[in-house]
């Protein structure tokens, strides 16, 4: 792609340099005719006078020569430029899904509309060591996770990690892993998507932010929002066995 397009733009200067060239030889050839015709004393011999026609006739070939070479390459000059046109559509369009494939891998930073989701342990009564409920029950973040697809989230972080085909969410000690970045309550779940879809399909009765509140006495809150920002994937991408299939 790049060697065909130096060679495009190469030829497009070239053509360019030869139109004007040619534009410059009919101007000089215009006002060579010009000066000869016009001889001391007004009166010019009849020999003069059929040189003169016949240099005309032949400026006036060569003219029209001239002419048609100029118009056949400005036509080439406006193929250069509608292909280049061409081209560079063809690379936004390669770079809009580029964008929106590295959108989908959570390999880049991303923004819009959506839900926050506001997850805590109830509070402790005085004098009493309260485990995480939460914490214990990761597994409510796993089933919040897959609602939010669900309805489909284009986009989700909890606690500013990206939730990617990559990510796991496991239990280590008194703390819940999530990309390997051990994490505590309380949980931030953010979304980017519909804001009415997520809300509903969220917010269901006996749903999931139901159960985390009736079943297990968490403290839920769920808030639209105009704007969520979602931090891109902060791990490493790598292929050890898998590889593109021809």
């Known amino acids: 792609m790049t060697g065909n397009r130096k060679k495009k733009i190469s030829g497009y200067i070239l ?17 060579t005719t010009a000066q000869t015709g016009n001889y001391a004393g007004g009166m010019i011999s009849l ?3 059929q040189a003169s026609a016949a240099e005309l006739n032949k400026v006036k070939y060569e003219k029209e020569a001239l002419l048609e070479e100029l118009k056949s390459l400005e036509d080439q000059v406006k193929e250069y430029e509608n292909s280049a046109t061409d081209e560079n559509s063809i690379l936004q369009e ?3 899904e580029i964008e929106k494939y590295r959108m989908a891998s959570g390999v880049t930073d991303v923004t819009g509309k959506g839900v926050s ?29 897959n609602k939010m697809r669900e ?21 280590a000690g008194n703390n819940i892993n999530i990309n390997g970045v051990a994490t505590a309550p309380p949980y931030e779940v953010k979304a980017i998507g519909n804001p ?4 509903s399909t969220l917010s269901i009765r006996y749903g999931i932010l139901y159960s985390m509140q009736n079943e297990y006495g ?20 790598s292929f050890d066995y898998a590889q593109a299939a021809e």
Do not use: W
């Not at 309805?151 to 239990?171: F, K, P, V």
């Not at 009415?196 to 809300?199: C, D, I, Y």
């Open 15 to 31: 053509v360019c340099v030869l139109t004007m060239a040619i534009g410059f030889l009919i101007v000089l050839q215009i006002k």
């Open 47 to 49: 020999a003069q006078a």
């Open 94 to 96: 390669k770079n809009r």
């Open 117 to 145: 989701v506001f997850i805590d342990d109830p509070q402790a009564q005085p004098g009493v060591k309260q485990e995480s409920i939460i914490t214990y029950n990761y597994e409510l973040l796993l089933v919040l996770v």
């Open 151 to 171: 309805a489909e989230a284009e986009a989700i972080s909890i606690n500013g990690q990206r939730i990617t085909a990559y990510t796991e969410i496991s239990l």
């Open 196 to 199: 009415t879809t997520l809300e």
């Open 218 to 237: 968490l403290h839920v809150s769920l808030t639209p929002e105009e704007e969520v920002h979602i931090p891109r994937y902060s791990g490493v991408i």
